[in-house]
């Protein structure tokens, strides 16, 4: 009697947990209207374990918890793969328990589903280096739990809606190589790290505001943004990649920027004005700012950087002994002061630049006193003609 017992409760027990296994209905015709809608691109095999008579929990990229999806990764991570073409279907808003949401870059065309909003409990959105094509649907800044959101490298238009600035967990926003236009919109999460908008055509001025203190990393580089950026740099104190080049940028630089410790600054073709003076002598490894409108006197405390383009701008004087000697121990490996209107150096025509360094002088109001490799870009002309450095004196 307690044997048969017994098998009775094993049974049970192996019932329930193979009624524990089953996937939510809901779920299950979600995954397959997804799987309708995308295909293998040629060399690819990520749908081959998607066969729905099966349990779906053990598909490629399928990540269960109890009866409900709450990862779906589609594509093979693998570099290399040829990812997945086709388009996304509203179906994946059904998917009520998904937490992590990413595409590997492939062929995906066409909008973003507005069902998107319906996924609550969303922390990363990860759909870069495809075609996605519209605007990013303002209801997205209905997914309040939000952290990640990656639409990087797609076809993306219109504006940066302000209910993507409310996020209020958002850390890492990348949506560089896109096509999107407008204004950056002020960002209220307290704990964003990285903002990537780089290659786009937004427009307008930055806000002091709009960017909150805790980003470490900042692109806006190829772009058409205007007005002065002081006051928002001396907010950003966290920053350690700092990428402004190509926009319309003006006004000066505050010099306590250049006490963060800034990894790579890039501000170059802006149209900033005034003497860029750091605030102490620190270790930075790279600033550019090269293609702009800076001028006056070159400060000594920039002899610190390793890597420091200066080149086409509108500095003039002598360049500070502290460039020569940190230049000659390879402290510095790349100086480029061409395009300028320096009128001296105090370098000695027989010194031995080490091989690690590069050094570029032409084009100045002064003969180089020794000849070293420059870009093809300085151009074959080593002095600045007389009439334009009188001009500029004047």
Not at 220 to 249: K, M
Request: proline share 8%; glycine share 6%.
């Amino acid at each position: 009697m307690m044997m048969r017992f017994a098998k009775l409760l094993w049974c049970l027990m192996f019932l329930l947990r193979l009624t524990e296994a089953i996937l939510d209905p809901v779920d299950f015709l979600a995954l397959q209207a997804i799987r309708k809608s995308l295909d293998d691109l040629p060399g690819s095999k990520f749908f081959e374990s998607w066969d729905f008579t099966s349990d779906p929990c053990g598909f490629a990229g399928v990540y269960c918890q109890g009866d409900k999806v709450v990862i779906l990764n589609l594509g093979d991570p693998r570099a290399g793969s040829p990812g997945l073409s086709g388009r996304i279907d509203p179906a994946i808003g059904k998917l009520s328990s998904l937490t992590d949401l990413s595409i590997v870059p492939g062929r995906i065309m066409g909008a973003l589903p507005p069902t998107l909003s319906q996924l609550k409990d969303l922390r990363i959105l990860a759909i870069s280096r495809n075609f996605i094509s519209g605007e990013i649907p303002a209801s997205l800044g209905e997914v309040r739990r939000l952290r990640t959101l990656d639409l990087s490298y797609n076809q993306l238009t219109g504006t940066i809606s302000p209910s993507i600035g409310s996020l209020p967990e958002l850390s890492n926003l990348l949506l560089c190589h896109n096509h999107l236009t407008g204004s950056i919109p002020p960002f209220l999460s307290q704990t964003l790290t990285r903002i990537d908008l780089k290659r786009n055509s937004l427009t307008g001025s930055v806000s002091p505001a709009s960017l909150p203190p805790s980003l470490q990393y900042l692109s806006l580089a190829w772009n058409q943004l205007t007005g002065p950026v002081d006051r928002v740099l001396l907010r950003l104190n966290q920053l350690n990649y700092l990428d402004l080049s190509l926009n319309r940028f003006t006004g000066t630089i505050p010099g306590r920027i250049f006490a963060f410790p800034i990894t790579n600054l890039q501000l170059q073709r802006n149209f900033f004005y005034g003497l860029i003076q750091p605030a102490s002598q620190v270790t930075i490894s790279t600033v550019d700012l090269s293609y702009n409108r800076f001028s006056g006197g070159i400060s000594p405390l920039l002899s610190s950087v390793e890597n420091l383009y200066l080149n086409s701008n509108r500095f003039i004087g002598e360049v500070p002994a502290s460039f020569v000697e940190n230049l000659l121990s390879a402290s510095i490996q790349t100086l480029y002061l061409q395009h300028n209107f320096l009128t001296g150096i105090q370098i000695s025509p027989a010194a031995e630049i080490p091989v690690s360094s590069s050094l570029c002088l032409q084009y100045n109001c002064m003969v180089p006193p020794l000849q070293t490799p420059c870009p093809l870009k300085a151009g074959p002309q080593k002095t600045r003609p007389s009439t334009q450095c009188n001009e500029w004196r004047g």
